[in-house]
């Protein structure tokens, strides 16, 4: 029975393993890894599969397509100490893309506070960073790692995204341990963020 689930990883058969290696794309041959939803509809099954270059890397902060102003005022909101910093849009938006060039610009102008990300999954592999995947870590939860986190001293989390009550309880508990808690919300607008907070049981966001 497919409906519903989701595989974290899958090879060319359709069959669940640790990654998948893909043969047959010449000489843009890499390693990828994916992840397939597929549920039931009135046609029979919906599959949806996104495919993730295990190469990828961050993209250069300096090359966002972004103003200097904004640029200057991202600089200066990373630096905050502790609170919880929120990148919305919509699916394909340029979040993750967003964050993880302020993550690694955030590596050199924060060079002595650990930082930390915890997502489902990892999407972009960082250097000087340290990166936990729920999903390569089965018996982990949020209240677990957020547990660990607090005794390594991590300055910055970045969780990979508020959707649901326990990421966003994970992320708002994070912030109230004197941390700066980074991750990203799917919004049309900034304003929308309050009613999407309390839409995942986030009593009073501001």
């Given at each position: 029975?497919?409906?519903?689930?989701?595989?974290?990883?899958?090879?060319?058969?359709?069959?669940?393993?640790?990654?998948?290696?893909?043969?047959?794309?010449?000489?843009?041959?890499?390693?990828?890894?994916?992840?397939?939803?597929?549920?039931?509809?009135?046609?029979?099954?919906?599959?949806?599969?996104?495919?993730?270059?295990?190469?990828?890397?961050?993209?250069?902060?300096?090359?966002?397509?972004?103003?200097?102003?904004?640029?200057?005022?991202?600089?200066?909101?990373?630096?905050?100490?502790?609170?919880?910093?929120?990148?919305?849009?919509?699916?394909?938006?340029?979040?993750t893309t967003t964050i993880y060039a302020c993550l690694e610009n955030l590596v050199k102008v924060r060079p002595f506070d650990r930082i930390e990300e915890v997502s489902k999954p990892v999407e972009v592999r960082l250097d000087y960073i340290s990166q936990i995947s729920l999903e390569d870590n089965g018996a982990l939860d949020f209240a677990h790692v957020l547990e660990a986190q607090t005794r390594r001293n991590a300055k910055v989390i970045f969780l990979g995204e508020f959707n649901s009550s326990k990421s966003a309880r994970f992320g708002v508990d994070a912030a109230l341990q004197s941390k700066l808690l980074i991750s990203t919300i799917h919004t049309d607008s900034v304003s929308m963020i309050p009613d999407r907070l309390k839409g995942l049981a986030i009593s009073d966001p501001a």
């Open positions: 029975k497919f409906a519903g689930h989701t595989y974290t990883s899958l090879d060319w058969t359709g069959n669940p393993s640790k990654d998948m290696n893909i043969n047959d794309l010449g000489e843009l041959n890499k390693r990828y890894t994916g992840r397939l939803q597929i549920i039931k509809n009135n046609f029979g099954y919906s599959p949806v599969l996104r495919i993730q270059d295990t190469e990828r890397t961050a993209p250069e902060f300096s090359k966002l397509n972004l103003s200097p102003d904004i640029k200057d005022k991202l600089n200066r909101i990373f630096m905050n100490p502790t609170g919880i910093i929120l990148i919305a849009g919509a699916t394909g938006n340029g979040k």
